[in-house]
């Protein structure tokens, strides 16, 4: 009785050092605990529905459960976290244009975070410089022209548009639209506020029609000979490719791509991006989230789900992404296109882009 007692007496012994140590580890390496049960929300202004695999296979892979909260645009989407207040739900910020994630950053929202995955998988120029959000995506912003009205070797540089021999020739979106604002907030930042005056004044002298529609309308009214080039982002053509449409397919043959300015500064990147918000309960796991999307099976997806670049250099991609071209990028940071976006929308104000 005596030995089997003092066996017993040390088998509990053995047990409670175990889990001691056991929970001592999962302290140290939170995101080794298990997680089932745990749910993140995501507030995300990507309407993309192939994005939701993404969603569904790192919950598969962690346990933990992606609430998506869809909102229409980012300006509705911080106005909401804003109004939310400390009682805000949500954990992590998705969201399109480095523009946008940088005026939720000025506006006190994300939560500076440090992470040796983000940092060493993502290029320093498509992150903030103190971590407060991340490019997960990119999308080159090219020139599109009409392959029977101009020559290829015509258009070298974003500077052509405001060229006079283009002269009612070129169509585009609003100045409203933040695309069009962070470009010209690019052109601030490498040029200088005269010199980006100077090219949206030539852009609005080359105008075909007054700025209207979307990249994909004004893609299809480059094909229809609307007007003969326009600016649009690179997946906006690849959803046109992959089109079961006749229509679709007949503006891809009539339109060509160029990526400008490949013997300067290179294309104009942007980026698709997050950040964990200060109202987060769930930090470890908004954080292990946005690592899983610089995994290599997601940045392959982004590229196969809506034909966007993968942030992360040397992932592969399929075909159809591939076949856009091999080209130089801008190595401008993309926080400069937030830093200078109020100067942009006067710059584009000043030149009458409506």
């Known amino acids: 009785m005596q030995v089997t007692r003092k066996l017993t007496n040390r088998l509990v ?24 049960g745990q749910v993140i929300n995501l507030y995300s202004t990507r309407h993309y529905n192939t994005d939701r695999r993404l969603y569904d296979d790192f919950t598969s892979q962690t346990g933990i459960r992606v609430n998506l909260v869809e909102i229409e645009s980012a300006g509705t989407a911080i106005q909401r976290i804003k109004s939310e207040g400390a009682n805000s739900p949500a954990d992590i910020l998705m969201t399109v244009d480095a523009g946008n994630l940088w ?27 103190q971590g407060h959000w991340f490019g997960l995506s990119k999308r080159v912003r090219v020139i599109y022209y009409n392959k029977a009205r101009v020559n290829f070797s015509d258009v070298k540089s974003y500077d052509d548009l405001a060229d006079p021999k283009f ?29 980006a005056e100077q090219w949206a004044r030539g852009v ?37 490719a992959n089109s079961n449409r006749p229509e679709d397919q007949e503006v891809v043959q009539k339109v060509g791509m160029i990526f400008p300015d490949q013997q300067g500064d290179g294309a104009h990147v942007n980026i698709s991006g997050g950040g964990v918000l200060k109202t987060s309960r769930n930090k470890a796991a908004a954080i292990r989230f946005l690592e899983y999307l610089v995994s ?52 584009l104000d000043r030149a009458g882009w409506k």
Request: glycine share 10%; no cysteine; aromatic share 10%.
């Open 13 to 36: 012994v053995f047990i409670a050092a175990f889990l001691l140590v056991v929970g001592f580890g999962y302290l140290l390496h939170p995101s080794s605990a298990p997680a089932q």
């Open 103 to 129: 005026r939720a950053q000025r506006e006190g929202l994300f939560e500076p975070i440090r992470s040796r995955v983000l940092e060493s998988k993502i290029p320093a120029h498509l992150r903030d410089p």
């Open 167 to 195: 002269k009612g020739r070129v169509v585009m979106r609003s100045g409203t639209n933040i695309y069009n604002q962070s470009f010209v907030a690019s052109l601030i930042a490498r040029q200088g506020v005269q010199k």
């Open 204 to 240: 609005v002298a080359n105008f075909a029609r007054p700025p209207a529609g979307n990249d994909t309308s004004n893609i299809r009214d480059v094909a229809a000979g609307v007007g003969d080039l326009t600016m649009g982002n690179t997946y906006y053509f690849g959803r046109l």
């Open 296 to 347: 290599d099976s997601a940045q392959s997806y982004f590229a196969d789900g809506n034909f966007e670049f993968p942030v992360v250099p040397g992932v592969k991609i399929n075909d159809k992404v591939r076949g856009f071209g091999v080209f130089r990028e801008s190595k401008l940071n993309a926080a400069e296109l937030g830093k200078n976006q109020a100067e942009a929308v006067r710059v």
